[in-house]
T-cell receptor
């Protein structure tokens, strides 16, 4: 599996957009970029995933660079409830998700 | 629709005791997973079951056993608990054709 690199932590002001970067320079052609988040003391929650086109859903937008070596998760209007650890993962949809490492993720703190 | 349900939510054991963590999903998912989460370590896969009747080791299987009782249920057993197994345990499930993992709320285990 391709490895990902994320900043350890970042702060964001409530109501502003939060832009979370992820580097995945060894990503393969059949691997998708997935984002999950984990709010304190809860189970991880799926956010969004994409292959090469930008994606948007009710939670966030995912921007993937043309060379696919990096991506950015955008929370358009961060709220205090968005404070969480955000995980960037690259996987092929045909994988069984066995032997998956979530890594340490990015701790996002949204402040009033 | 409960999603993924884990029991118990909290447990304290003495070294050498045994216990079973239960997990059930009501989404008709084929694949189920057990992860552990330690501070600063992200999530690490213990065992997974790609489909009913099959189980495979993940990254950290030592000291654990699993049973895929039926399509809905996937249990994790600690035969002789050790302090190193103090952790938060998460069960997850996934549709065989989708990359989205659904997680339970976690089981917090302390081994004294």
């Amino acid at each position: 599996d391709a490895k990902t690199t994320q900043p350890t932590s970042m702060d964001c002001a409530e109501g502003r957009a939060a832009n979370l970067p992820c580097n995945h320079s060894t990503i393969s052609g059949n691997e998708y970029v997935y984002w999950y988040r984990q709010i304190h003391s809860q189970g991880p929650q799926y956010i969004i995933h994409g292959l090469k086109n930008n994606e948007t859903n009710e939670m966030a937008s995912l921007i993937i660079t043309e060379d696919r070596k990096s991506s950015t998760l955008i929370l358009p209007h961060a709220t205090l409830r968005d404070t969480a650890v955000y995980y960037c993962i690259v996987r092929a949809t045909t994988d069984s998700w066995g032997k998956l490492q979530f890594g340490a993720g990015t701790q996002v703190v949204v402040t009033p | 629709n409960a999603g993924v349900t884990q029991t118990p939510k909290f447990q304290v054991l003495k070294t050498g005791q045994s216990m079973t963590l239960q997990c059930a999903q009501d989404m008709n998912h084929n694949s189920m997973y057990w992860y552990r989460q330690d501070p600063g370590m992200g999530l690490r896969l213990i065992y997974y079951s790609a489909s009913e009747g099959t189980t495979d080791k993940g990254e950290v299987p030592n000291g654990y056993n699993v049973s895929r009782l039926n399509k809905r249920e996937f249990s994790l057993r600690l035969e002789s608990a050790a302090p190193s197994q103090t952790s938060v345990y998460f069960c997850a499930s996934r549709l065989s054709v989708s990359g989205e993992l659904f997680f339970g709320e976690g089981s917090r285990l302390t081994v004294l």
